[in-house]
């Protein structure tokens, strides 16, 4: 006789995947941690009415969000054609950095655009990375927490991204469609 193991459904990996975030919010290091980040993520916020002081501390998060568009357009052959992290000075402000593509199209313009976004994930794991096992905060957290701050910070996609994004999002509205009706519950409230 077999004996099959049940795999594990979605909600379980999730769980699993999230269960030391909850020491960030059920601990008090946790919680002092957290707000260290925040504050920092203020910090980058109040900082952005000054070029140069933003450009220096948001450096890290604006080098990894230019180059998750350059990786993701590169990828999905978005051909990048220029790659850039030094401000410059644009008609309403200024841009900390950009990258060009020469075929941004209906099926890679989405992805290119909320590339940033997969910084999100990175982030959450460094957070849970830094809270296991960590007994008190110490000196060098500051700087642990000073990058997920930055990292957190970049995953927004800025308004010329969400543009280049726009432009392609009925496909993933009709991939996010497919993946409902494949599923047991679209199947299910599509028989209705």
């Excluded at 006789?1 to 960030?24: G, R, S, Y």
């Amino acid at each position: 006789m077999k004996i099959f193991k049940k795999e594990p459904d979605m909600p379980e990996i999730v769980a699993h995947t999230l269960a030391p975030l909850t020491t960030a919010f059920t601990s008090h290091t946790g919680r002092i941690y957290i707000g260290v980040v925040l504050g920092f993520g203020l910090l980058l916020y109040l900082l952005r009415r000054s070029v140069l002081l933003m450009s220096l501390a948001a450096f890290p998060g604006t080098f990894l969000h230019e180059l998750l568009h350059f990786i993701v357009g590169l990828l999905l052959l978005g051909r990048p054609s220029g790659f850039s992290v030094i401000p410059r000075r644009v008609s309403h402000g200024y841009v900390l950095g950009s990258v060009r593509f020469a075929n941004v199209r209906w099926y890679n313009g989405c992805f290119i655009g909320l590339a940033p976004l997969l910084l999100l994930p990175l982030a959450l794991w460094l957070l849970a990375w830094r809270l296991h096992g960590l007994p008190g905060l110490q000196p060098q957290e500051l700087a642990w927490s000073y990058l997920l701050a930055t990292l957190i910070y970049a995953s927004l996609p800025s308004w010329p991204d969400l543009k280049v994004a726009a432009a392609s999002s009925w496909m993933l509205l009709l991939a996010t469609a497919m993946y409902w009706i494949l599923t047991n519950e679209g199947f299910r409230v599509a028989r209705l």
